[in-house]
């Protein structure tokens, strides 16, 4: 009987050494890391990932790859920058030497080392969040400098309703956090203007979306804060203060832009933005 010889596996041989080739490249290059990449965080508040671990004191939130050099050195170019702190650079020019500082190493300041005495408080001072006094420091998973809108806002109301310059913003975060009114990778929480202001000194009222009220909560001596959705100041959510009046139009204080308190803002401009509104009082 005719036997039919088996021709040799050619093709599985052929694969099996494929195979065995690339496994042999994975397990050498496995666990290899490139140490020129920095560390980038996100604070979550654009694309975040809920499960994505957040920065400790013991990690910061950006490590470079070169050595610590002064905040807006030359070493620095903005494609280095993450992407909230790359924002900041490309929508504020003011804030350019802070973002780029962001990629240096900084030592925790502590609220009672920033001196305030010579704010002049006839009227609602003007801070912002990047301030390199405090915007450095660790506040709700970020820097301070990226995610303290809230506190910055409540502090300037504070010290110019109260009169006390020790409850810089700073002051505020720390006392935020002590008590629960922010989260990391999400910012300041809402109830800071409401609950929180107790603690400050200061009495708050949720107001109605009305500028009738708005304007009745100005003319008696109070001040307004504003949380904001996307549009003119910010993509994701950002607070705002209201100071006053002028011809009709808003005096405000955005503790991100200056060029934002620069101008008066009309209630048409601003009411498809509001998410919620507070009148601040001292108690």
């Known amino acids: 009987m005719y036997k039919r010889k088996r021709r040799p596996a050619t093709g599985c041989l052929a694969l099996i050494l494929v195979s065995l080739l690339i496994s042999v490249i994975l397990l050498s290059s496995a666990g ?20 994505e671990p957040v920065a400790t004191a013991e990690h910061s939130p950006v490590q470079s790859a070169t050595p610590p050099t002064t905040p807006g050195s030359a070493v620095h170019t903005p494609e280095e920058l993450p992407e909230q702190s790359r924002k900041l650079y490309d929508r ?27 704010l002049d408080l006839t009227s609602v001072p003007d801070l912002h969040q990047w301030d390199e006094r405090w915007g450095y420091a660790k506040y709700a998973g970020n820097f301070f400098g990226l995610s303290g809108c809230g506190p910055t806002c409540m502090s300037m109301a504070a010290m110019y309703l109260t009169g006390d310059r020790s409850l810089n913003p700073l002051y505020v975060a720390r006392y935020a956090e002590d008590n629960g009114y922010c989260y990391d990778g999400k910012g300041t929480a809402w109830a800071l203007f409401t609950d929180g202001a107790r603690g400050l000194g200061l009495s708050s009222r949720e107001l109605p979306l009305e500028k009738s009220v708005i304007d009745s909560a100005l003319q008696g001596g ?31 204080r955005d503790p991100n832009n200056p060029r934002n308190t620069a101008q008066t803002w009309t209630y048409e401009q601003l009411k498809l933005q509001i998410r919620d509104i507070w009148s601040l009082k001292k108690m």
């Open 92 to 118: 504020v020019p003011e804030a350019r030497e802070f973002a780029l500082g962001c990629l240096d190493a900084h030592d925790e300041p502590e609220p009672e080392d920033i001196d305030l005495s010579y």
């Open 222 to 252: 109070g001040l307004v804060a504003l949380v904001l959705g996307p549009g003119d100041f910010t993509d994701s959510g950002h607070f705002i203060l209201l100071i006053g009046q002028e011809n009709g139009d808003y005096i405000i």
């Open 32 to 51: 290899k890391k490139d140490p020129r990449k920095p560390i980038i965080y996100s604070s979550g508040q654009d694309t975040g990932d809920p499960s």
